[in-house]
């Protein structure tokens, strides 16, 4: 199993970017997929999670400007991203939590893409 993101730029402040990640290889289901965001020097957090039933959940600094979405059929999960701030600036990465069809459940996550806002 394998998330490869795309998406990523530069941007000025105030724009807009939409991020997007695919998993593939032997899936037999996805419990949720995420998106975190790693600044320089800081830890990795949390940016938005979407569940198998939908549910989505924001950070309270992406709430309003930020939407998660999925595609089930294709295993597919995108950020919209608007009103982009410079402190948005991160690697962006896709994570997620997958069934393979061995029946084994593990976290993956992708290898990132760099979102860099300029003010």
């Known amino acids: 199993v394998q998330l490869v993101e795309s998406g990523g730029g530069l941007v000025q402040a105030g724009g807009s970017l939409r991020l997007s990640c695919a998993a593939s290889?032997?899936?037999?289901?996805?419990?949720?997929m995420a998106w975190y965001h790693q600044a320089p020097g800081k830890q990795r957090v949390l940016v938005a999670k979407i569940t198998s039933g939908g549910r989505a959940d924001y950070a309270d600094s992406v709430k309003g400007r930020f939407t998660i979405s999925r595609d089930s059929a294709k295993n597919t999960v995108s950020l919209q991203m608007n009103s982009l701030k410079s402190e948005d600036t991160a690697v962006y990465y896709c994570?997620?939590?997958?069934?393979?069809?061995?029946?084994?459940?593990?976290?993956?996550w992708g290898q990132g893409t760099q979102v860099t806002v300029s003010s």
């Open positions: 994570n997620a939590e997958i069934r393979s069809v061995s029946g084994l459940t593990f976290n993956y």
């Open positions: 290889g032997s899936i037999f289901s996805i419990n949720f």
